[in-house]
């Protein structure tokens, strides 16, 4: 069993139970050294962070603004851009990024590699050693305490015992300037998705050589120079101060790496389409059990087997010294044709296409207005179509090719839970067993001839992986390549284009520097804040990271609940202003009733009769004006999903006549009908039509118009795995209509047709979707939040 971590002192002893961490040295609260106030700071962090003003526009502002001043016989925060630059530069936070990037000349892959090759290479990086202790001091920080136990081969050493285990992954970046990023491995997913520095880049100029081995080499070799100060920290302890203010011993190791496949691959120093980086199984038959790969047998190999015998029987490239969609949607296509023939399934194709185009918008989830017919796919690509795939092919294909995706999909979503039990690591490998079993159908109907694929074995390895190293959130290809935008993207076109890589790394530095500058200004109680007395027309430096409302937004405040809703600010004034205007607008007669049957449940809480059995004459009456809403918003705490650093994500509910000017988008959402019981059972679907608040007895009733689902079972389908729901109608035959307050909403649920084997209209469009089809899948696997929910 892991020993947990302990704090010690700034020697290394271990700290009593419950004893407070050493406090940091005090700092006056108007200390903005090197700057000599407030308004210089903000002004320099709004040039070069916010505006990204180039240096002659800065001037050319300065002046101006120093032109005014004049007759007041005073100067501007800063006089030139130079001033600004040296005050950026000059400053050397603890809490930065590293120190300024170091160049090392590398000449020992020279000897291994042609006579075309004897050249010197600049690799610029910075120091991991100091970057990774300044990642583990920074206070804007939140550490998963899951993961820093050591693991029971380093524990059982007794100079270790008590120490914080920080795996450190890395990741790379394959562009002309080769980025090499590390990410220390326990920090929660949403504090890396909430920019607070969870990970860090060097940077090497990567120059396209001829000959692959020199290049690989070159890499390799350049890594072990960049990580060599980190080596003496994974065997002996190190004392680090943490952002919460404890000493800790600290050992290092290299943990998961993040990177796509063909990274893999070069990092691992295999061969590809071989997954040796991992495990022993051979290319051939990657669908058996094999044993893990180890360091020492690997360099056994190299020195006894020839380099042939390495590449063809092992996987190994020995002359270096080391350091979803492509299947399964293919195969669909392929099991079309093989059994209806290249007219029959381009007819399919066209209709699967036509249900995909046909999903409704959702918050985050992207629509395909074509199908999946794109020429080039993405990662991204893959990720959004997986989530509205699978409804599109059940009922064109066999319950075994539906089951095989959806086993899939749930194994996807299971391995990125925020937080994994022994009961998930159980759920996890059922699910893989289950996509192993159906997936069959593709070998059995000849569509293919062999499983033994890289990408799919790689699955078989999670559950160890998540046993060594902890819940894999958040490490994945894609936040390198957020990372890449700001470290290498956005600084190259800040640059002059002209040898570029110096500019470049002197953008980051800097640009580290102000973010850490505002961390320390916001301990020490200084934080610029945009409601300051003192200093007018300031922004607030530390503002919630905001995307269009089809996205979503990241809430960057603290987990305070599970679930919020509120209404929109500004009420639409050219819609109803009473509750008959509402109920002609709404095309709904009866809804003056079903207001005053609402009234009632709210005066009175305790009642036990049903609404629908309340006589009319016993609810209150409301004569007054109303104000109605086109939209409102859900935070609510989701920290699987792109989340701040309290786990809280934010998304719009719309119930609009007008979106976009194209059509009427009215959204579904989650009802809490039951407290009692959690997930799904609790749960009641319901369609909003109208957000509108009024006040009765001198109390506000913020409320919404909903037309209600019925569950088709008492659980999800076996098949798909996802709830079914129909629209639910009264004896009349009209839609089942209610109001609801807005309490009692959850957050916004997405529902996806489900289509049979019927060919769909070619007029049927996204708007359409709601009404146009009389059963929904509960689409659970529209993000990982609905996943939780509906499951």
């Not at 194709?349 to 409704?360: F, L, N, P, S, T």
């Not at 207005?369 to 092919?393: H, N």
């Not at 916004?748 to 996204?766: C, E, M, N, W």
Request: net charge neutral; aromatic share 10%; with cysteine.
């Amino acid at each position: 069993m892991p020993i947990a971590p302990r704090p010690c002192d700034v020697t290394g002893r271990f700290l009593a139970d419950g004893a407070p961490p050493t406090p940091p040295p005090i700092k006056s609260p108007d200390d903005w050294a090197p700057y000599r106030n407030r308004v210089e700071f903000e002004t320099a962090e709004f040039l070069y962070t916010r505006n990204q003003m180039s240096a002659g526009d800065i001037n050319i502002l300065l002046d101006l603004w120093a032109a005014t001043l004049l007759k007041y016989n005073d100067k501007p925060p800063l006089r030139t851009t130079v001033i600004c630059i040296k005050l950026l530069t000059l400053r050397q936070w603890v809490m930065s990024n590293g120190n300024p990037s170091r160049s090392s000349t590398l000449g020992e892959a020279r000897n291994q590699c042609t006579t075309l090759m004897d050249q010197s290479h600049d690799v610029w990086y910075r120091d991991p050693h100091e970057v990774i202790q300044n990642m583990l001091g920074n206070s804007g920080l939140r550490y998963r305490d899951g993961l820093s136990a050591l693991p029971k081969t380093i524990s059982e050493d007794p100079d270790t015992l008590g120490s914080t285990f920080v795996p450190s992954s890395v990741a790379t970046g394959a562009n002309d300037y080769y980025p090499l990023y590390v990410s220390i491995g326990n920090v929660r997913n949403n504090v890396r998705r909430a920019h607070r520095d969870a990970s860090s880049s060097y940077r090497g100029a990567r120059k396209r050589l001829k000959i692959s081995e020199f290049r690989r080499q070159l890499f390799h070799s350049s890594v072990a120079k960049i990580l060599e100060n980190l080596r003496p920290g994974m065997t002996t302890p190190e004392v680090v101060r943490f952002g919460d203010g404890h000493y800790r011993r600290v050992i290092y190791g290299l943990g998961p790496i993040l990177a796509d496949y063909e990274e893999q691959v070069l990092l691992a120093c295999i061969v590809r389409n071989c997954v040796r980086g991992m495990c022993m199984s051979h290319p051939d038959s990657l669908d058996t059990k094999s044993l893990c790969r180890r360091r020492d047998h690997t360099e056994a190999l190299v020195e006894e087997a020839t380099y042939g015998a390495l590449w063809m029987e092992y996987g190994i490239v020995g002359d270096l010294v080391g350091t979803f969609k492509d299947h399964l949607v293919k195969w669909v296509g392929q099991y079309l044709q093989h059994v209806h023939g290249t007219k029959e399934a381009e007819r399919i194709q066209a209709d699967i296409d036509r249900r995909i185009a046909a999903v409704a918008s959702f918050a985050g989830l992207r629509r395909f207005p074509e199908g999946r017919g794109f020429k080039q796919w993405t990662g991204d690509d893959s990720k959004a179509l997986m989530k509205v795939y699978l409804p599109a092919i059940e009922g064109h294909v066999p319950t075994d090719v539906v089951r095989t995706f959806r086993a899939f999909l749930e194994f996807c979503y299971l391995v990125r839970r925020n937080i994994i039990t022994e009961s998930t690591l159980g759920q996890i490998q059922e699910a893989l067993d289950r996509f192993h079993h159906y997936r069959e159908i593709f070998e059995s109907t000849g569509v293919v001839f062999t499983f033994s694929l890289p990408r799919q074995h790689s699955c078989s390895h999670y559950v160890l992986l998540i046993q060594l190293f902890g819940a894999p959130n958040g490490l994945c290809s894609s936040i390198t390549e957020t990372k890449h935008i700001k470290a290498v993207k956005e600084p190259w076109r800040r640059s002059s284009r002209y040898k570029a890589l110096g500019q470049m790394l002197v953008t980051n530095q800097r640009l580290d520097k102000l973010a850490a500058a505002h961390i320390d200004f916001k301990n020490r109680g200084i934080q610029p804040n945009e409601n300051s007395a003192t200093v007018p027309v300031l922004f607030n430096a530390d503002v919630t990271i905001q995307g269009d409302n089809e996205e979503g937004e990241i809430d960057n405040g603290p987990t305070l609940v599970q679930a919020h809703v509120q209404l929109a600010k500004t009420p639409q004034r050219k819609r109803a202003h009473t509750i008959p205007e509402l109920s002609t607008e709404l095309s709904i007669p009866n809804l003056y009733n079903v207001l005053r049957r609402f009234l009632f449940e709210q005066v009175y809480p305790d009642d036990q009769h049903p609404p629908s059995e309340i006589p009319l004459s016993r609810c209150p009456r409301f004569d007054g004006n109303i104000q109605v809403f086109n939209s409102a918003s859900s935070t609510f705490y989701a920290p699987s999903d792109r989340s701040g650093i309290g786990g809280m994500r934010r998304e719009h509910i719309h119930a609009c006549p007008i979106w976009r000017n194209e059509a009427p988008r009215y959204d579904c959402v989650f009802v809490n009908t039951d407290a009692s019981v959690e997930g799904m059972v609790g749960m009641d679907i319901a369609r909003v039509m109208c957000f509108f608040s009024f006040t009765f007895n001198a109390v506000s009733y913020p409320c919404a118009v909903v037309r209600w689902f019925d569950k088709a079972s008492d659980g999800p389908d076996q098949d798909t795995g996802m709830w079914i729901v129909t629209p639910s109608f009264d004896t009349d035959h009209s839609f089942s209509v209610g109001i609801i307050h807005i309490d009692s909403i959850y957050c916004a649920a997405h529902l996806i047709p489900v289509y049979g084997a019927q060919i769909i209209s070619h007029d049927i469009k996204h708007h359409d979707s709601y009404d146009a089809f009389r059963a929904f899948y509960l689409n659970k696997f529209a993000d990982h939040h609905a996943f939780e929910v509906a499951s």
